[in-house]
């Protein structure tokens, strides 16, 4: 049988109400060896199909903790786009620590994808990186999927219809001074941590140049998949993928924590 889903009301370290769910591993629910946090990618929810669906294909492999970032779904606040969401992952890492889990490895879709970069540079605690389909850099509108995402973000009429239509709160205030630490830079400062790079060669919102730059900026232990085919985050990612990533996950924060403990 099965353990129960349940979800958590967590509260970030700047007071946003967190809507959060964990889902101990399949079948030994005991067992905590091994978490996978999610970050989903903007104007998704955990509580969307896609992004169920992916949390279900990780759970075959290890415990997850998922969540709605800031102004999404359930959870409080405004989104901020990759900046103040940090916080929101820290505490979802926190609360997999109090789950008993000996190893926590984020893995970031989209936004979320710079998030876990972010995160791991600026708060650490984690075991192992994974970013798909994330920017290199800021300010991005070479696309025009990625204008259109400003035009949300930028516009009155856009947050409006982002709020009723897409469920997602968005922050007038935009990007405070100085702007914050890039996906790239932060890519940068997070080794020893090992950091896996998934990016589509058929990416709609940033092209394989954003991924190549996370690569490029990142130092070892670190890994590049190019997918020929693949286009962007939660809804271009198959079972196949997270099985491959879910496994590259489990070894490479094996590694890590194993040399952590040798070390101390």
Known sequence: ??????????????????????????????????AFVIVHGFTMSWQRPMTWRLVQWFNGAAGVVTFDTRGHGRSGGLSTLGDKEINDLDVAVRYARELGYHRVATV?????????????????????????SGPGRWFYRGTVAMRRVHLAAERRLGRTFSKYVLNTRISPDGWPSPD?????????????????IVHGDQDIYFPP?????????????KELWMISGFGHAERHTDAALVERIAAWGDKSSAAFHQEEQTLS
């Open 1 to 34: 049988m099965n353990p129960v889903v349940t979800t958590v009301t967590l509260v970030t370290e700047d007071g946003v109400p967190i809507d959060a769910v964990h889902l101990p591993p399949l079948g030994r629910p005991e067992e905590r060896d091994l």
């Open 180 to 196: 914050p630490m890039p996906p790239a830079e932060a890519a940068s400062r997070i080794a020893p941590v090992p950091v896996l």
């Open 108 to 132: 970031g879709f989209s936004m979320g994808g710079s998030v876990v970069l972010r995160h791991a540079a600026l708060r650490g605690g984690v075991d192992a990186v994974i970013s798909v």
């Open 209 to 221: 140049d954003h991924g190549q730059q996370l690569y490029d900026a990142a130092k070892e232990p």
